[in-house]
T-cell receptor
């Protein structure tokens, strides 16, 4: 099975600050994906980074991948109150297993 | 709109009752899966399928059955509901292998067993 473990478990910042979340995984991967879940809703796919990529950008999101350390980070720049959500990483495989996620709170 | 449709959105069951949670997708995705989400537990994989006629167990399969007779549908059956199955259930689908560009999730079914 594939698995991602997010760190920190919770993060509280002020609007306008940057938020960084980390993910570690255990096995070799083809790609790593980040998801967002707003309270009470399903997960939404944010960004995918392939194993041969080191960095990827999408709007205010920046994802890095270090396959030698089996880790990834998600940076949200200039955060907004609407970014308040839980964020999960996942490494697709036959069994897609999520970690506990990082709960981000952005205060106005 | 293309996506994953889950029904019902809310359900209350009595202990011992059975029911089926429906999941349908219209994106021709090979992979479909069911998760339950409980406070402090994250998402836990119940069952998954990599194609019609193929299903397999996830992390927490006990008390649940699935079948995949078509590519589009992946129903989850609770055989004899227990209070421990009170949870929010999510269905997800995707292409497999190199065509996996991300998983699409349904909006969830909130189940309460009393």
């Amino acid at each position: 099975s594939q698995q991602g473990e997010e760190d920190p478990q919770a993060l509280s910042i002020q609007e306008g600050e940057n938020a960084t979340m980390n993910c570690s995984y255990k096995t070799s991967i083809n790609n790593l994906q980040w998801y967002r879940q707003n309270s009470g809703r399903g997960l939404v796919h944010l960004i995918l980074i392939r194993s041969n990529e080191r960095e990827k950008h999408s709007g205010r999101l920046r994802v890095t991948l270090d396959t030698s350390k089996k880790s990834s980070s998600l940076l949200i720049t200039a955060s907004r109150a609407a970014d308040t959500a839980s964020y999960f990483c996942a490494t697709p495989g036959r069994k897609l297993i999520f970690g506990q996620g990082t709960e981000l709170s952005v205060k106005p | 709109n293309a996506g994953v449709t889950q029904t019902p959105k809310f359900q209350v069951l009595k202990t011992g009752q059975s029911m089926t949670l429906q999941c349908a997708q219209d994106m021709n995705h090979e992979y479909m899966s069911w998760y339950r989400q409980d406070p402090g537990m994250g998402l836990r994989l119940i069952h998954y399928s990599v194609g019609a006629g193929i299903t397999d167990q996830g992390e927490v399969p006990n008390g649940y059955n699935v079948s995949r007779s078509t590519t589009e549908d992946f129903p989850l059956r609770l055989l004899s509901a227990a209070p421990s199955q009170t949870s929010v259930y999510f269905c997800a689908s995707s292409y497999t292998g190199q065509r996996n560009y991300g998983y699409t999730f349904g909006s969830g079914t909130r189940l309460t067993v009393v």
